[in-house]
């Protein structure tokens, strides 16, 4: 299984994710044994093993990632080599319906990368990702009617000691089908940028992400 990269938080700022849904009216059958092999869309097997339990509305799973991956080539290079070991916490929940249709989705992110420009490390710089993703489907079962919407802290770029040098704190808004929004507040080399709806693919540009990251690398803890 390959686990996403540091680099995720870059993707996950430009394709990206609030609020609580109802959910569908419907009495079900009573509560029994859950039939995993019947979820649409089936569970993501990196969160395994996934608990489900039948609730009056129907199936509730939550699944769970915790892992470590050692230090390894990061995606690309500054003025030496970058390396990264990435950490990963995730807890995940998912609603279905009794026809054993997803439509609904919450998911806690923590993850880290520890960068350094020595294959073994020490780190020198850190990439964290705290966010909290909330996905409701308009067609239960239907992916592409998924809207994601992301609220926390979805990059955080900075040396092991010091300020960060980029840091971006809000909700990201991606309805299917079209180009997500962002709203909060972005601090780029201690220059503070806030934005309301403005498209996500002009709040950090990849080269602002890499110029943060070979910043926050190269200097000395």
């Not at 994710?17 to 995993?36: F, I, K, N, R, T």
């Not at 009056?56 to 290079?77: I, K, M």
Request: hydrophobic share 35%; proline share 10%; aromatic share 8%.
């Amino acid at each position: 299984m390959k686990l996403t990269s540091a680099r995720t938080a870059l993707v996950v700022l430009v394709a990206a994710m609030g609020q609580l849904v109802s959910s569908p009216a419907s009495a079900g059958p009573p509560p029994g044994p859950v039939d995993e092999s019947l979820l649409v869309p089936a569970l993501n097997p990196a969160l395994a093993p996934w608990s489900c339990k039948a609730k009056q509305t129907g199936p509730v799973c939550t699944g769970a990632l915790d892992a470590v991956n050692e230090w390894q080539p990061f995606d690309f290079s500054c003025d030496a080599p970058v390396y990264a070991r990435s950490t990963f916490h995730r807890r995940a929940t998912r609603y279905y319906d009794w026809d054993y249709r997803n439509y609904d989705r919450y998911v806690h992110q923590n993850d880290l990368d520890e960068l350094s420009t020595s294959p073994t490390g020490p780190a020198t710089a850190l990439i964290s990702v705290r966010t909290r993703f909330h996905e409701p489907f308009e067609v239960p079962g239907d992916l592409s009617t998924m809207t994601v919407v992301t609220e926390g802290v979805p990059l955080d770029i900075r040396p092991v000691r010091g300020a960060p040098v980029l840091r971006v704190v809000g909700t990201l808004v991606e309805p299917p089908g079209e180009v997500g929004t962002f709203s909060g507040h972005v601090t780029d080399h201690g220059v503070t940028t806030r934005y309301e709806d403005a498209p996500l693919d002009t709040v950090v540009s990849e080269e602002t992400f890499v110029e943060a990251v070979c910043t926050a690398v190269q200097e000395l803890p």
